[in-house]
Structures are given as structure tokens and as C-alpha cells.
């Protein structure tokens, strides 16, 4: 199967920044769109950033010009760099994948596949 595991999070003062990490791994063909989502406390997950396969990108209002996402496909990563952070952004921050993988020597499916999360932490 495939996985996805995200990493970087954690405690940062307000105006700080943080570089998360998204790995997918096990048997991939190709990775089309990639995004990273959140959820904080009391709140419906939200898309934050989302870069298809060719490099397009696309922000969530409240961090437009503050975050930057980013993949490399040779890896089979993306990247969300936050700079300016502040306190509202403070939520366990998702993975997604949109993966399609080998299921067989010839048979190919499609997983819409999440990570764990990891915790950002805004506050001073």
C-alpha cells in the first residue's frame, strides 16, 4: 500500500517560522495533486495549500503571501514553509495525496491518501 507521513511541527513564537514536511511512499506510479490541510481545535478541517503535479499552486486566504507550498516529485514530497506566524494558524496540520499506485505487476488504483498530522504550536 502507500503511506504518507508528515514531520516539522512543532512550538514556535509569533512571528516565527516552520517548514513541514510530507513524505509518500510504497508502491507509487504518480502523485497528482498534493495539499496540506489543518484543523484546529473546535473547527472543520480547512485546505491551507494545495500543487498539482506541474507546479501550480493554490493558498487559502488567511496565509496568502505567509506560506509557501512546494513538492519535489523525484521524492515524492511536498513542502509547506510558514513564516509570520501567528496564533490563529496554531492547528494539527494534514497531509493529503491524491496517489495512484501499482496494486499488481500491471493493475494500477487510486488513494486519496492522509498523514498523521503534526501539531503547530504558535504562542510566546
Known amino acids: 500500500q502507500v503511506h504518507v507521513v508528515e514531520s516539522g511541527g512543532g512550538l514556535v513564537q509569533p512571528g516565527g517560522s516552520l517548514r513541514l514536511s510530507c513524505a509518500a511512499s510504497?508502491?507509487?506510479?504518480?502523485?497528482?495533486?498534493m495539499g496540506w490541510y489543518r484543523q484546529a481545535p473546535g473547527k472543520q478541517r480547512e485546505l491551507v495549500a494545495g500543487?498539482?503535479?506541474?507546479?501550480?499552486?493554490n493558498y487559502t486566504n488567511s496565509v496568502k503571501g505567509r506560506f509557501t507550498i512546494s513538492r519535489d516529485n523525484a521524492k515524492n514530497m511536498v513542502y509547506l514553509q510558514m513564516n509570520s506566524l501567528k496564533p490563529e494558524d496554531m492547528a494539527v496540520y494534514y497531509c493529503?495525496?491524491?496517489?495512484?499506485?501499482?496494486?499488481?505487476?500491471?493493475?494500477?488504483?487510486?488513494?486519496?491518501?492522509w498523514g498523521q498530522g503534526t501539531l503547530v504550536t504558535v504562542s510566546s
Open positions: 493529503n495525496a491524491e496517489i495512484i499506485y501499482y496494486t499488481g505487476s500491471y493493475y494500477l488504483d487510486a488513494l486519496d491518501a
Open positions: 500543487i498539482t503535479r506541474n507546479g501550480s499552486t
Open positions: 510504497g508502491r507509487i506510479f504518480s502523485i497528482n495533486v
